[in-house]
């Protein structure tokens, strides 16, 4: 698969709305979101716990569909396509990996792997796992259940599932929220050595400013709205004077 051109944009939101139900009534949690990505940037994406940063992500997933506004992911206009469409577009273009690690129970790590491309009906789905996996430290574990391997090395499991169709955006959502210190260190450095070679677009949720601040930008939420976005180069610049 061709590595996306550098000068197109991986996310554009245009005035992005959402708003749910609740017991007490209606509850927006976006509120006018305009964002733009280019592609192979890392952002790391930081606010406080209800400000919106899982559900920005849901929406650019795909998987939380905005009350209104533009969502354009990839080149692919989100609204336009039905449950199916989005299904499969998640299935080529983009990788998710979760807080909580989300693999099947009943599937080994080599199956939980190849489980995208083996859905989208791709050739070889077995032999790419094994590949991954191996590039994640896992190459003796493809035999293991989920019960079987630490909660790091499920973490590399769920990596090396995003990565297997060589998606054009990685969401990671508090990838090392329950990992001990020195096993979300090793993620983390998994995580951006996988980015680097795969040039691979990476937004990253996070409540670690010293995370967010190795991203090359930093986005700010608050009560749904963004109220900051900075450069690792105005960062610098500023530190420099």
Do not use: W
Not at 152 to 168: D, L
Request: proline share 5%.
């Amino acid at each position: 698969m061709p590595f996306p051109s550098l000068s197109d944009p991986a996310i554009e939101l245009t005035q992005v709305h959402l708003r749910l139900g609740s017991a007490a009534g209606p509850v927006n949690i976006l509120q006018g979101i305009d964002l733009g990505v280019d592609t192979g940037e890392t952002v790391g994406l930081i606010g406080p716990s209800g400000s919106g940063k899982t559900s920005l992500l849901m929406i650019i997933a795909g998987l939380e569909r905005a009350t209104s506004g533009r969502v354009v992911v990839a080149g692919e206009d989100l609204s336009a396509l039905d449950e199916d469409g989005l299904a499969a577009f998640r299935g080529r273009r983009i990788g998710v990996v979760f807080q909580n690690f989300h693999l099947v129970p009943a599937m080994t790590a080599l199956e939980n792997v190849a489980l995208p491309l083996d859905l989208a009906g791709a050739r070889g789905a077995f032999a790419r796992a094994k590949e991954l996996l191996a590039a994640v430290g896992l190459g003796r574990r493809l035999t293991h259940y989920p019960a079987q391997l630490s909660g790091g090395e499920q973490q590399r499991v769920a990596m090396a599932r995003a990565f297997v169709a060589e998606p054009a955006l990685l969401l990671a959502d508090e990838p090392t929220g329950n990992l001990d210190g020195a096993t979300g260190a090793a993620v983390i450095e998994l995580l951006f050595d996988l980015h680097r070679r795969r040039r691979t677009t990476l937004l990253l949720i996070t409540h670690d400013p010293a995370l967010a601040d190795r991203c090359a930008r930093t986005i700010e939420l608050k009560d749904g709205r963004i109220v900051g976005d900075r450069s690792a180069r105005s960062l610098s610049a500023v530190a420099g004077r």
